[in-house]
C-alpha cells in the first residue's frame, strides 16, 4: 500500500476487556514495529519483527501484550485484560530492512486506545 | 526507556525566524533521526544522519550529529506557522530499533 495503515483508528474500551490492534505494513517491507506513545511523551518501543518473527520483544511492558505477524506481513497486537494505564496512542512502523542498515522506518498515524 | 533527551521541550518563535532544536543520547550509535508529529497524527520522517556523517542539508533543515559529545542539532531555518508540530530525535543503536526523545514542542507565530 501507500503508506502504513492502522485499524482501527480509535478505541474505547472497557477495562479489562481485550483489544487487537492491526497493523498493514507498505509492501515489500520486512521490518515491522510497535510502538506505544502516552501524551506529551515520545514513542516508546514496544516489539520489532524481522519477517515473521520476532527479532525484539524487550519492549513490551508484561505479559498481558502480545503481537504476531504469521504471515510477514499484517501484524496484530493483542492486549489482555486492559487496564487504564494501557491508555496510549499504539504506533505501527515499517521498512525495507531492519537490522543496521539505516533505513528510514515510515510511521502509520496510530490507534488511539482509551481504556475507561 | 528514552535514550535521547530534546532541549527546550518547548520553544515559540516569529515566523522567518530559525529554530534550533537539540538531542544528546547517551550509547553509542548507527544512526540518528529526526521525526516531526502534528498533534494528533503519525510520525513523519524528516532525516537521517548516518554516525560518519557531520552534517547534512534537506531543504530548510539543517542537522549536525557530534559523536563525541553525543549530540545532535536540528535547524529549520526561515520558519513558517506551518511549522508547528512536535520535533523527536530518534537513536539506531542496534538492532534496527529506534529510541526516541521526549520531543521538542515548536510554535510558529504569524
Known amino acids: 500500500g501507500a503508506g502504513v495503515s492502522q485499524t482501527p483508528s480509535n478505541k474505547v474500551t472497557e477495562k479489562g476487556k481485550y483489544v487487537e490492534l492491526r497493523c498493514d505494513p507498505i509492501?515489500?517491507?520486512?521490518?515491522l514495529y510497535w510502538y506505544r506513545q502516552s501524551l506529551g511523551q515520545g514513542p516508546e518501543f514496544l516489539i520489532y519483527?524481522?519477517?515473521?518473527?520476532?527479532?525484539?520483544d524487550s519492549g513490551l511492558p508484561n505479559d498481558r501484550f502480545f503481537a504476531v505477524r504469521p504471515e510477514g506481513s499484517v501484524s496484530t497486537l493483542k492486549i489482555q485484560r486492559t487496564e487504564r494505564g494501557d491508555s496510549a496512542v499504539y504506533l505501527c512502523?515499517?521498512?525495507?530492512?531492519?537490522?543496521?542498515?539505516?533505513?528510514?522506518?515510515?510511521f502509520g498515524e496510530g490507534s488511539w486506545l482509551t481504556v475507561v | 526507556s528514552q535514550q535521547g533527551e530534546e532541549d527546550p521541550q518547548a520553544l515559540s518563535i516569529q515566523e522567518g525566524e530559525n529554530a534550533t532544536m537539540n538531542c544528546s543520547y547517551k550509547?553509542?550509535?548507527?544512526?540518528l533521526q529526526w521525526y516531526r508529529q502534528n498533534s494528533g497524527r503519525g510520525l513523519v520522517h524528516l532525516i537521517l544522519?548516518?554516525?560518519?556523517?557531520r552534517e547534512k542539508h534537506s531543504g530548510r533543515l539543517r542537522v549536525t550529529l557530534d559523536t563525541s559529545k553525543k549530540s545532535s542539532s536540528l535547524l529549520i531555518t526561515a520558519s513558517r506557522a506551518a511549522d508547528t508540530a512536535s520535533y523527536f530525535c530518534?537513536?539506531?543503536?542496534?538492532?534496527?530499533?529506534?529510541?526516541f526523545g521526549q520531543g521538542t514542542e515548536l510554535s510558529v507565530k504569524p
Open positions: 512502523a515499517s521498512s525495507l530492512t531492519g537490522g543496521i542498515t539505516g533505513n528510514t522506518i515510515y
Open positions: 550509547t553509542s550509535i548507527n544512526n
Open positions: 544522519i548516518r554516525s560518519n556523517e
Open positions: 530518534a537513536t539506531d543503536a542496534a538492532g534496527g530499533k529506534l529510541i
Open positions: 519483527f524481522q519477517g515473521t518473527g520476532a527479532a525484539d
Open positions: 509492501s515489500g517491507h520486512t521490518a
